[in-house]
């Protein structure tokens, strides 16, 4: 497997680039730090650095909330960060990129399903489906949450932080503006995969046509109502 050089100072947070600007070809694989088993953990890296994205780089581009998970789960294999993973739709042009990216990054690891019994699971899923993970607790850098909500931006963290600003809602009735980071190549036992984790978000809902029903009382009126129809032969 090819690898280059990495200092750590490019753990530092870094200007977001959009999906465009990246040429996949000129990705590389880099050894970035050490897991809670001391065993290595892998990332892609573009010019010497690791790759931090804007999904949304136009004032006017938004993100379709396709899913989400009921509740957090284990962010990488092992360790306590749990993560909220949400699948958003991304533009044809984008979805392709990624696609381009993890072919690049199949070709810097010399895999092989054959040779390495494992599957690669890419970042596009297909359709234009993308899974983010959303940062929202043990962890020493959670994700940045924005809502808006009656004009305002609501700023926070957590997972506390997301309910409270959702307030029974689901995050699927919002649309979405996000920085990502192709933070790490997760290897297990059966799959390699590219985590997406998400620097910071917005939230914006969604607009919608509210509906006008009858209310209880009109119901029983109208039941009262229709026992004085007349009969017609």
Known sequence: MAQIPFDS??????MASSLGDIVAQDIKVSEVGLLSDDTSLLAPIYNGRK??????PGEDDWLEVLEVNSAPTEHHTGEETQALHVAVRLN???ATKLDAIDKTLRREMGYSVISSGRAWYGMHRGNGK????LIVANSVALTSLRFLQDGILK???????????????????????VKVELECIQETGDTI???LTTHSVIFAPMPKRTVVDFTDEEE???IRAAKRLKYRF
Request: proline share 2%.
């Open 220 to 222: 029983k009126a109208v």
């Open 92 to 94: 044809e042009a984008d």
């Open 9 to 14: 100072a490019d753990l530092l947070p870094a």
């Open 51 to 56: 790759i931090v994205l804007d999904l949304t």
């Open 130 to 133: 993308v899974l983010l993970n």
């Open 193 to 195: 995969s590219v985590l």
């Open 155 to 177: 700023k926070g963290a957590g997972q506390a932080f997301l309910d409270e600003c959702l307030g029974g809602a689901s995050i699927k009735d919002f649309y979405c503006k």
